[in-house]
């Protein structure tokens, strides 16, 4: 168990143009949705944490305006990355902690998405 | 507080052992050790939350020493699908709702 699905798992698009990427937890409900970015061989840089009907806490230095967050239900979280430009191609990968692991904070990830701006 | 992990890259050849070490300069609550393939996402490998608890899955194992504050990761009689990225996660003291913070990785290479 624990599946956690990610679409697109490409996308390239032209600057200036917003890309929504959904992240779902299949098989279980998640209290809590984190969106990481990765570059190229580097380590995971957390983005933000979504908890389902509330609004996202975003970590320093991300554009809360530039990299909406909607965590809908306990199953789906959005990300938008809106008026896209180069520097935003990245690997954009959610990861989702399980309900009821309170002790353990399991997180799941999703297949990533690579977003490539032209 | 980002975690530290060492070495930053190892080469084995097919059967041969591996550490691969996570330090904090901060109390961790719990580590968590993910394995990373080229292009794809983090696969969850396993958690470790006392001090002392050791885990254990096929050949690959970890410890996790809270007083030292740092885990680390054994790969045993290592294979080709061993080779991959391989990443420490940490939760600090405060719990088990806080958010994991990554090292930069450990880069593994398994040859025939």
């Known amino acids: 168990g624990a599946v956690v699905s990610q679409h697109p798992s490409r996308v390239i698009c032209k600057s200036g143009t917003s890309v929504k990427i959904e992240c779902r937890s299949l098989?279980?409900?998640?209290?809590?949705m984190f969106w990481y970015r990765q570059f190229p061989k580097k380590s995971l840089m957390l983005m933000a944490t979504?908890?389902?009907?509330?609004?996202?806490?975003?970590e320093q230095g991300v554009e809360k305006d530039k990299f909406l967050i909607n965590h809908a239900s306990l199953t789906l979280s959005t990300l938008t990355v809106t008026s896209a430009h180069p520097e935003d191609s990245s690997f954009y990968i959610c990861?989702?902690?399980?309900?009821?692991?309170?002790?353990?904070?399991?997180?799941?990830f999703g297949p990533g998405t690579r977003l490539t701006v032209l | 507080q980002q975690p530290v992990q060492s070495p930053q890259a190892v080469i084995l050849r097919e059967g041969e052992d591996a550490v691969i070490n996570c330090s904090s300069s901060?109390?961790?609550?719990?580590v968590h050790w993910y394995r990373q393939k080229h292009g794809e996402a983090p696969v969850f490998l396993m958690i470790?939350?006392?001090?002392?608890e050791q885990k254990g899955h096929d050949k690959i194992s970890a410890s996790f020493n809270e007083k030292k504050q740092q885990s680390s990761l054994y790969l045993t009689a290592s294979q080709l699908s061993y080779s991959g990225t391989y990443f420490c996660?940490?939760?600090?003291?405060?719990?088990?709702?806080?958010?994991?913070?990554f090292g930069k990785g450990t880069k593994l290479s398994v040859k025939p």
């Open positions: 979504s908890n389902e009907g509330s609004k996202a806490t975003y």
């Open positions: 901060k109390a961790l609550y719990s």
């Open positions: 990861s989702a902690r399980r309900r009821g692991t309170l002790l353990y904070n399991e997180q799941f």
């Open positions: 996660g940490t939760l600090l003291g405060g719990g088990s709702q806080g958010n994991l913070i």
């Open positions: 098989d279980f409900q998640a209290t809590t």
């Open positions: 470790l939350l006392k001090g002392g």
